[in-house]
């Protein structure tokens, strides 16, 4: 079992930033890639960013590049996301999801997910 838990949301103006942290614990936890999905109001749970298995490479949505920024902690207990130059369209429930295998941007291999934070972007 692997707990998830994020934090950071918040409400902010457009143009601002905030930072998301998860943090997890459990069995293995390190083991699990750590990425960022987003679900808006009446939408789908959408990717956001992920790390690759070494946390060398990142990806990203195309609507959050330049602007968004996932990183790990070296005890790979902690993954953050710097998000700046906000814009209203960000708002959502930012939600943690931990895999061991299957695409990284598809929700259905993750096989453990937070609670959620929110973000409110007001414009």
């Known amino acids: 079992q692997v707990h998830l838990v994020e934090s950071g949301g918040g409400l902010v103006q457009a143009g601002g930033s905030l930072r998301l942290s998860c943090a997890t614990s459990?069995?293995?936890?390190?083991?699990?890639?750590l990425n960022w999905f987003r679900q808006a109001p009446g939408k789908e749970r959408e990717f956001v960013a992920a790390?690759?298995?070494?946390?060398?490479?990142?990806y990203y949505a195309d609507s959050v590049k330049g602007r968004f920024t996932i990183s790990r902690d070296n005890a790979g207990n902690t993954v953050s996301l710097q998000m700046n130059s906000l814009k209203s369209e960000d708002t959502a429930i930012y939600y943690c999801?931990?895999?061991?295998?299957?695409?990284?941007?598809?929700?259905?291999?993750?096989?453990?997910w937070g609670q959620g934070t929110q973000v409110t972007v007001s414009s």
């Open positions: 999801g931990a895999r061991t295998r299957g695409s990284y941007d598809s929700p259905s291999s993750y096989e453990y």
């Open positions: 459990g069995r293995a936890a390190a083991a699990y890639a």
């Open positions: 790390l690759n298995w070494s946390g060398v490479s990142a």
